[in-house]
């Protein structure tokens, strides 16, 4: 094995420091990704190995700007009735049932991740959750944990329902076809299994409400028709873009921000208000955390690890092992630092095992099912799973509150559930991961 500089060690600690001070909550999450990302960059302009235009370019636009349009595009439709209107409803169909109503919007949020990117459904779903919830009167925390966990799982089976797919498929020419073909089976596996863990898991707080459903109906429906046909109009848009931007070379931010212009036009909304509705300590937390995790890149211990793993994959009777093992690393690893990073420091390494000869399509599918899944071990792994966080902290119900800890309670036995029955039909399959 390579051996580990001491600019590696250096900044693995101030990873470790930053984590520790997020998951210990002394400090607000935002203020100890925010202290993590300064004394990265100044350790590493002090040591040589990051610099402040290196921080900067690693903060990852497209995500950041991405929340903050579908932040305000939400906002946008909340006055108009529209969630209040939803959420009856399915509390209606699912007759009041908390487990019902569990699996009816963990499917919604599978299926529509599949085709929205994952933090996109789960910013739409969050609130509308917590709205249900209140007129049930049950605790939304085992939901809010259920869209975010099954929304990351749903956005593994496609190339663009999660960011790291999409910089697979394009390094991979993989298509969207080729992509559902080979990691809907897994992720339909995954996601049988993941809905009865978490019915078990969660049996204590799914317990029946103080509200007849059937009684609710009535009594909530569209505040503004025109409003409401407007700003669907511009998501409509958006989504649209969504299915089309690789093919057009569109970020999807821009095909975002296309749609929010389009809103802004139609519906000439109070902008203070509506910049006041974007919740900048996410986005501010999530810039930190890039910053981190550049200078974790930059020391290059990401790369260590690939590269060993490379080693292994040069032969041929060891591709179902390095799969395997790829899978479990990039989890494990996405759980603790996010996948995109993880992702950007393989795509190299595997384009040059497969120009020495070496069939790396195995690898491919290994890396997405192994980034798509290691995001619901901490409420750190993925974008979606801090939106869903900060709405329980948003939502103003003591016991809805999501802690780091809690978070981990549950997502690990899901991410090592979810992992094992992705090997067993990987291992079972082997033949179809054989081509991309």
Not at 130 to 139: P, S
Not at 310 to 315: E, H, I, M, Q, T
Not at 413 to 422: E, I, N, R, S
Request: glycine share 8%; charged share 10%; hydrophobic share 60%.
């Amino acid at each position: 094995m390579e051996q580990i500089t001491l600019e590696m060690w250096t900044s693995a600690a101030v990873l470790v420091l930053a984590y520790a001070l997020i998951f210990s909550e002394r400090l607000h999450r935002t203020t100890a990704a925010m202290f993590g990302a300064v004394l990265m960059i100044g350790i590493g302009m002090w040591m040589g190995f990051y610099s402040q235009e290196a921080a900067i370019m690693a903060v990852d636009g497209n995500t950041i700007l991405l929340l903050a349009a579908m932040m305000m595009l939400v906002a946008l439709l909340r006055p108009t009735g529209a969630f209040d209107f939803a959420a009856v409803h399915i509390t209606h169909w699912a007759m009041g049932n908390p487990k019902l109503l569990l699996i009816y919007l963990s499917l919604a949020v599978s299926l529509i991740s599949m085709i929205l990117d994952n933090v996109t459904t789960v910013i739409v779903f969050a609130p509308l959750t917590v709205l249900i919830c209140r007129l049930l009167k049950i605790n939304p925390m085992p939901y809010l944990m259920a869209e975010a966990m099954l929304s990351n799982i749903g956005g593994a089976a496609t190339l663009v329902g999660d960011p790291p797919n999409l910089m697979i498929g394009s390094a991979a020419g993989i298509s969207f076809n080729a992509f559902l073909i080979h990691m809907g089976l897994p992720v339909l596996v995954v996601w049988i299994g993941t809905v009865g863990l978490m019915l078990f898991l969660f049996r204590h707080q799914l317990t029946e409400g103080g509200r007849d459903p059937k009684a609710l109906v009535a009594t909530h429906a569209i505040k503004d028709a025109e409003g409401l046909k407007r700003i669907l109009f511009s998501l409509g848009v958006v989504i649209v873009l969504f299915f089309i931007h690789h093919t057009l070379h569109l970020l999807p931010a821009y095909a975002s921000f296309i749609g929010l212009v389009l809103a802004l036009l139609l519906l000439r909304p109070d902008m203070e208000e509506l910049f006041g509705s974007v919740n900048w300590s996410v986005l501010f937390f999530f810039a930190g955390l890039f910053m981190i995790v550049g200078g974790v890149e930059s020391s290059g211990l990401l790369d260590l690890f690939g590269n060993e793993l490379a080693k292994l994959a040069k032969d041929p009777a060891m591709l179902l092992l390095t799969g395997l093992l790829l899978m479990w690393v990039a989890a494990i690893l996405s759980a603790v630092v996010d996948n995109i990073p993880f992702t950007v420091a393989m795509i190299p390494i595997i384009l040059g095992l497969e120009s020495s000869g070496v069939n790396t399509a195995p690898l491919w599918w290994a890396l997405a099912l192994g980034v798509g899944l290691g995001g619901n071990g901490t409420h750190l792994g993925a974008t979606a799973n801090i939106i869903a966080v900060s709405e329980s902290e948003k939502s103003g119900i003591p016991e809805a509150r999501i802690t780091p800890m809690q978070w981990m309670r549950t997502g690990m036995p899901v991410m090592f559930f979810g992992l094992l029955l992705a090997s067993a039909v990987y291992w079972l399959f082997f033949d179809l991961f054989l081509s991309a």
